[in-house]
């Protein structure tokens, strides 16, 4: 019996019960005994009174993919899809991650991190800067600081979400995201966002945002993407599927910007699309992800 772990009790509820959804749908097509599980933050006294031997973790942002349902089940010897506790913990805070990408001599946009109750550390980067909280997903409380008299009202809306803020130069460039499915880079996506910036409303809202697949890469730009982003999955331990965001600038240089490994799986979601890319239908994606 499979429980589909979905809503929590994040910024990003709305789509993880969608997604949920059509993961649940997609087992019960192929026959598979499952059942849903809106875990609202406090009823996992529900979710332990029911029988089931492993969990598909449709659950985004805090709760879900910051280690702490992760750990519940692991403690009970529960089998679960995705990252373990800990990579999902250090994956879901962006200072972290930028951290051990750093160590590993990956591409990475100069940064700090500013917390509530301390002053605001020495920016030595060049505006514009990006600000957001370290603990969030699907670009939510992110501001883009044009001027150092904004960053105050940025750091503000940031620290809403989180004590840590993450103020980062600022690239302009063209955004791609490289999804990972047990160990194999799939097909890179070019991501065209006509608000600006690839934000919450674009990602789930808008449909003027284009996903390019092919991406328009030349293929040994996007091997070369493909093996960065294997890289940067491997170096923070994350296993099964995941996804990993760049941009690329004007002049062809690469930075990372983030890893999920509790990605979308909704009609707008960008490992269905990319899976289909590579001829894996939406119900065989779900089976992989399920028995890796």
Same mark, same amino acid.
């Given at each position: 019996?499979?429980?589909?772990?979905?809503?929590?009790?994040?910024?990003?509820?709305?789509?993880?019960?969608?997604?949920?959804?059509?993961?649940?749908?997609?087992?019960?097509?192929?026959?598979?005994?499952?059942?849903?599980?809106?875990?609202?933050?406090?009823?996992?006294?529900?979710?332990?009174?029911?029988?089931?031997?492993?969990?598909?973790?449709?659950?985004?942002?805090?709760?879900?993919?910051?280690?702490?349902?992760?750990?519940?089940?692991?403690?009970?010897?529960?089998?679960?899809?995705?990252?373990?506790?800990? *990579?999902?913990?250090?994956?879901?805070?962006?200072?972290?991650?930028?951290?051990?990408?750093?160590?590993?001599?990956?591409?990475?946009?100069?940064?700090?991190? *500013?917390?509530?109750?301390?002053?605001?550390?020495?920016?030595?980067?060049?505006?514009?800067?990006?600000?957001?909280?370290?603990?969030?997903?699907?670009?939510?409380?992110?501001?883009?600081?044009?001027?150092?008299?904004?960053?105050?009202?940025?750091?503000?809306?940031?620290?809403?979400?989180?004590?840590?803020?993450?103020?980062?130069?600022?690239?302009?460039?063209?955004?791609?995201?490289? *999804?990972?499915?047990?160990?194999?880079?799939?097909?890179?996506?070019?991501?065209?966002?006509?608000?600006?910036?690839?934000?919450?409303?674009?990602?789930?809202?808008?449909?003027?945002?284009?996903?390019?697949?092919?991406?328009?890469?030349?293929?040994?730009?996007?091997?070369?993407?493909?093996?960065?982003?294997?890289?940067?999955?491997?170096?923070?331990?994350?296993?099964?599927?995941?996804? $990993?965001?760049?941009?690329?600038?004007?002049?062809?240089?690469?930075?990372?910007?983030?890893?999920?490994?509790?990605?979308?799986?909704? *009609?707008?979601?960008? $490992?269905?699309?990319?899976?289909?890319?590579?001829?894996?239908?939406?119900?065989?994606?779900?089976?992989?992800?399920?028995?890796?």
């Amino acid at each position: 019996m499979i429980a589909v772990l979905m809503g929590g009790n994040s910024a990003e509820r709305e789509v993880s019960l969608e997604s949920g959804e059509a993961v649940y749908i997609a087992l019960k097509t192929q026959n598979i005994e499952c059942f849903k599980f809106d875990w609202n933050g406090d009823n996992l006294a529900d979710l332990w009174s029911k029988k089931f031997d492993q969990a598909f973790i449709v659950l985004h942002g805090r709760g879900g993919e910051d280690g702490f349902i992760q750990k519940k089940l692991e403690d009970r010897n529960i089998t679960y899809t995705g990252s373990d506790s800990r *990579s999902s913990k250090n994956c879901m805070n962006k200072a972290t991650t930028k951290t051990i990408w750093k160590e590993n001599d990956l591409p990475l946009a100069p940064s700090v991190v *500013s917390n509530a109750n301390e002053p605001i550390p020495s920016i030595t980067f060049p505006l514009p800067w990006a600000v957001k909280p370290t603990l969030e997903g699907s670009s939510i409380g992110i501001s883009k600081v044009t001027d150092q008299s904004q960053l105050n009202e940025a750091l503000a809306l940031a620290w809403k979400y989180d004590q840590n803020a993450l103020i980062e130069r600022w690239i302009e460039g063209d955004e791609y995201t490289v *999804s990972i499915l047990n160990n194999k880079a799939l097909p890179v996506i070019k991501i065209v966002a006509n608000r600006g910036f690839y934000d919450y409303k674009s990602k789930y809202h808008s449909d003027d945002t284009q996903y390019l697949c092919p991406c328009g890469l030349p293929e040994t730009d996007e091997k070369h993407l493909q093996s960065i982003a294997l890289r940067a999955f491997k170096a923070m331990n994350a296993s099964n599927w995941g996804r $990993v965001d760049f941009i690329i600038d004007k002049n062809q240089k690469i930075y990372l910007l983030e890893i999920n490994t509790v990605p979308g799986m909704t *009609s707008h979601s960008l $490992v269905p699309m990319a899976a289909k890319a590579e001829g894996i239908s939406f119900d065989e994606l779900v089976l992989n992800i399920l028995n890796d």
